[in-house]
């Protein structure tokens, strides 16, 4: 495994993890702050239009639903990657999994992200996400 690479899944576990509240822990989505640069851009692209959100408009709702009781013993994890890197650039396809609790009923979900990621002088970050659940 390259450098990049182990980076680069660090980050994707980190992102990931970010949001977990399970067992009475707490989420902790500044993460998402440290992984993406500033700049950074996530979709939602699971509906019949996309939605694009900056940092700050991702976390927000979901720092409260995950806080407030909406949302408990969450937790999203890679089942599949495929990574790809070219010097100082770097795509990661994902098929990831979730489960929960959302307002009192059990879910349980999979589908797909695709991530871009580039390398800073403070080393590897992710700069945009888009997603899609089945």
């Known amino acids: 495994m390259t450098e990049a690479k182990a980076e680069i899944d660090k980050l994707m576990r980190a992102f990931l993890g970010a949001f977990t509240n399970t067992g009475g822990g707490r989420p902790n989505l500044d993460v998402v702050r440290e992984v993406f640069v500033p700049q950074g851009m996530i ?4 509906g019949d239009e996309p939605v694009v ?15 407030d009781g909406t949302l408990t013993e ?4 890679e089942v599949h990657e495929r990574t790809e ?28 992200k695709t991530t871009q990621f580039i390398r800073t002088p403070a080393g590897w ?8 659940d089945e």
């Open 43 to 46: 979709i939602n692209n699971s």
């Open 125 to 132: 970050r992710m700069s945009s996400m888009a997603w899609d």
């Open 74 to 77: 969450f937790s999203e994890w």
């Open 53 to 67: 959100y900056d940092l700050d408009a991702f976390i927000t709702p979901r720092k409260k639903i995950l806080t």
């Open 85 to 112: 890197v070219y010097g100082a650039v770097a795509h990661r396809f994902s098929e990831y999994a979730k489960s929960g609790i959302r307002d009192g009923r059990r879910f349980e979900g999979v589908g797909r």
